[in-house]
C-alpha cells in the first residue's frame, strides 16, 4: 500500500506518519526529515537543501524528486509506504504517478490532515524535535519525559532553524500556493480522505487508520 500525508506545515504529518507506519507495518519516508539527515552529516544534498529549507521555500523538484524515486527502491519499501512531505506541488505528484506506472505501484490513498491556521501555529511554536531520529516533540502538549532528551533514542532535542515566526509564515505561503492544490489533484481522482488532524494525538491516528481500513480490506 502506497499512502501519501498531506497536510499544513504544523498538522502532524510527521507525527502520525510514524505512529500509523508502526501500526500498519509500512515504511515512513520524510522528505524533510531525509534533507535534515543529509544536513547534519554536511553532504552534498545538505548542502544543496539547506539554503532552501532556511528560507522556507521548496528544494527543486529535479533533486526533491531523484531522492524520493531513489528511496522507494530500498527493501524496507517492498510492503508499502507513507510518503510524509511528498508530493508537494503538482509536478512532484506528477512525476511519482509516472515512476509509479512503470514501476507497476499506484498511489492507493491520500490522507489530508485538516488543522486550522491558529492551531498550526501554536503546535510550530513550541515543536522540539529529535537530533538523531527527528522525533517530534511539542514543548506542552506532547513533552518528552526527560526534558531535552529523546524517549526513543535518548538524542539531544532542539528547535528547527525553519520554525521562527517569519520562516513559518512563509512556509504556510507556499503551501497554500502550492501544495494546498494536490486536495483538489488527488479528490478528482477519488483518492483523497480528509481527516480532522486536531484532537489528541491517538485520537488522530484512530481516525487515520480507519480511513485507510478499507484498502487494507481490499489488499
Ligand atoms: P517538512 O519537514 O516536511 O516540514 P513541513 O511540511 O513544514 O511540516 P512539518 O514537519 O513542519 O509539520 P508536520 O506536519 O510533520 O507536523 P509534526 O508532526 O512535526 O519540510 C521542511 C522543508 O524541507 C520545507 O520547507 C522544504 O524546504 C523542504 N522540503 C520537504 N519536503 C519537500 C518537497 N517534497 N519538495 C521540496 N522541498 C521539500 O507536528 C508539529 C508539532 O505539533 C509537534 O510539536 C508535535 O509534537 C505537535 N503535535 C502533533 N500532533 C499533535 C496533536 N494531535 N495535538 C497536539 N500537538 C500535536
Ligand atoms: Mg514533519
Ligand atoms: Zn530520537
Not at 62 to 69: D, P, S, Y
Not at 117 to 123: G, I, N, S, T, Y
Request: proline share 4%; glycine share 10%; aromatic share 6%.
Amino acid at each position: 500500500m502506497y499512502v501519501v500525508f498531506l497536510g499544513a506545515p504544523g498538522a502532524g504529518k510527521g507525527t502520525q506518519a510514524a505512529v500509523v507506519a508502526k501500526k500498519l507495518n509500512l515504511a515512513h519516508i520524510a522528505t524533510g526529515d531525509l534533507f535534515r539527515q543529509a544536513i547534519e552529516k554536511g553532504t552534498a544534498l545538505g548542502t544543496q537543501a539547506k539554503s532552501y529549507m532556511e528560507k522556507g521555500m521548496l528544494v527543486p523538484d529535479k533533486i526533491t524528486i531523484q531522492m524520493v524515486l531513489d528511496r522507494l527502491l530500498a527493501p524496507d519499501c517492498v510492503a508499502g509506504v507513507i510518503l510524509d512531505g511528498f508530493p508537494r506541488n503538482l509536478e512532484q505528484a506528477k512525476a511519482l504517478d509516472e515512476a509509479l506506472v512503470t514501476r507497476n505501484k499506484t498511489i492507493d490513498k491520500v490522507v489530508y490532515i485538516k488543522v486550522s491556521e491558529q492551531e498550526l501555529l501554536k503546535r510550530l511554536g513550541g515543536r522540539w524535535i529529535c537530533r538523531s531520529c527527528q522525533a517530534p516533540y511539542h514543548a506542552t502538549d506532547s513533552p518528552p519525559r526527560v526534558w531535552g532528551k529523546c524517549d526513543k533514542c535518548g538524542g539531544e532535542l532542539y528547535q528547527r532553524a525553519d520554525d521562527t515566526a517569519e520562516t513559518v509564515k512563509k512556509r504556510l505561503e507556499v503551501y497554500f500556493a502550492q501544495t494546498a492544490p494536490l486536495i483538489d489533484y488527488y479528490t478528482k481522482v477519488g483518492k483523497l480522505a480528509e481527516v480532522e488532524g486536531e484532537g489528541g494525538i491517538e485520537a488522530v491516528s484512530t481516525r487515520i487508520v480507519s480511513a485507510l481500513k478499507g484498502k487494507l480490506k481490499a489488499r
